[in-house]
């Protein structure tokens, strides 16, 4: 049976270590008998050192604008922010299986650079999602991301997944 959920993964920057890059690539080998799978990365700026607020809006806005050129009306969108709602594993599945059974088939992810995401972002957005206080650097946060989805599918098709 071929997937129908189609998942987005928006991000800013590369994946540029190794170890994650194999990691990545194992979860998208793992979820493509789930969903259909998609990551689009966009460039970052770079953060001058002593940046001031204005720069770091500046730079949020910049990336927030090649973020933009990639999110489809139809899709829902999650963005990943700190102040974002938590959820564990199993309501992050009931959301996803909740999304698919209404009708919304193509959900967006979206993964900000190392500021984080802009206003117009965040206010796109269907639902912030956190998840933690702590900052992630957005490799990892790639890595952690795909394997919550991954496990949330396997929750869905009530498929054994470790604890």
């Known amino acids: 049976m071929k997937p129908t959920m189609k998942i987005t993964i928006l991000t800013v920057g590369r994946v540029k270590e190794k170890f994650y890059q194999g990691a990545v690539l194992e979860f998208q080998k793992r979820l493509s008998r789930y969903v259909k799978l998609e990551i689009i990365e966009v460039e970052d700026e770079k953060t001058p050192e002593e940046a001031a607020e204005n720069e770091k809006n500046q730079i949020k806005m910049k990336e927030g604008k090649r973020l933009m050129k990639h999110i489809s009306k139809d ?20 959301k996803i299986c909740l999304l698919g059974v209404n009708g919304k088939n193509h959900i967006i992810f979206i993964i900000g650079g190392s500021l984080g995401l802009s206003n117009e972002i965040l206010n796109q957005s269907d639902l912030l999602l956190s998840f933690s206080k702590m900052t992630f650097p957005h490799q990892l946060m790639r890595v952690i991301l795909l394997e919550q989805i991954y496990r949330s599918c396997r929750i869905i098709h009530h498929e054994p997944y470790h604890k």
Do not use: Q
């Open 75 to 94: 899709a829902y969108v999650i963005s990943l922010a700190i102040e974002g709602k938590m959820l564990d594993s199993v309501e992050l599945s009931k």
